[in-house]
């Protein structure tokens, strides 16, 4: 009995040791993901709004969470290029993050995926560049495309879809529809910023 409560102690010391270090590591790496992952949006949000990488984008807020970012080409807040919205979907194995522009008329600009943990080789595709080309070729097809025109082609839309990646492709294109097709209701009713 005396050795159960001696190997039971020292597991309790071992695991409270253990469970101390991790907190402490995770206290020193958090910021330094969370900087990451701000400059990535940062960098994100420039690519998607061209028009306002000499300008400003702000984000619009609603009950402290960001609902888009609106695109001006001047700092001072003039000259309205447009907008963009993360775009949030399920894949097979993660939910997929999209940040997407738009302009004023809901004709988008581009997309950049900022995250995904999708089958290697198949739904990670998503991000595959093919040789010669500067951008992925999946996300390439979004641009000049308004809200009722994202869609996979099996589901009658204009994105093609990847081989055997029917589930990402699909990810992608519905939380992009979803997620345009409001603002673009916000903007026509002139609720949007």
């Known amino acids: ?25 995770d206290s020193l790496t958090k910021p330094k993901i969370e900087e990451g992952k701000r400059a990535e949006q940062e960098a994100a ?30 700092k001072d807040t003039t000259g309205l290029v447009g907008y963009a ?19 004023t008329s809901g ?15 198949l739904g990670s595709r998503i991000m595959e560049i093919k040789p ?3 951008e992925p070729w999946f996300q390439s097809q979004f641009k000049g495309k308004k809200a009722d025109q994202v869609a996979v082609e099996k589901d009658g839309g204009e994105i093609g879809s990847i081989t055997g990646a029917t589930i990402s492709s699909r990810a992608v294109t519905n939380s992009i529809r979803e997620k345009a ?12 910023k």
């Open 107 to 121: 004709v988008i600009t581009g997309i950049k995926i900022l995250s995904q943990k999708e089958t290697p080789g």
């Open 132 to 134: 010669g080309d500067e």
């Open 85 to 103: 919205f993360l775009a949030k979907g399920t894949g097979y194995s993660s939910e997929i993050e999209t940040m997407v522009g738009m302009d």
């Open 45 to 74: 949000l420039s690519w998607v709004l061209p028009g306002a990488r000499d300008g400003v984008i702000i984000p619009f807020c609603s009950e402290g969470e960001t609902i888009y970012y609106l695109g001006y080409a001047h």
């Open 1 to 25: 009995m005396k050795e159960i409560i001696k190997f039971g102690g020292l597991l309790l010391l071992v695991t409270g040791v253990a469970a101390g270090l991790l907190a402490y590591v």
């Open 181 to 192: 097709l409001f603002l673009e209701k916000l903007i026509k009713e002139g609720k949007a």
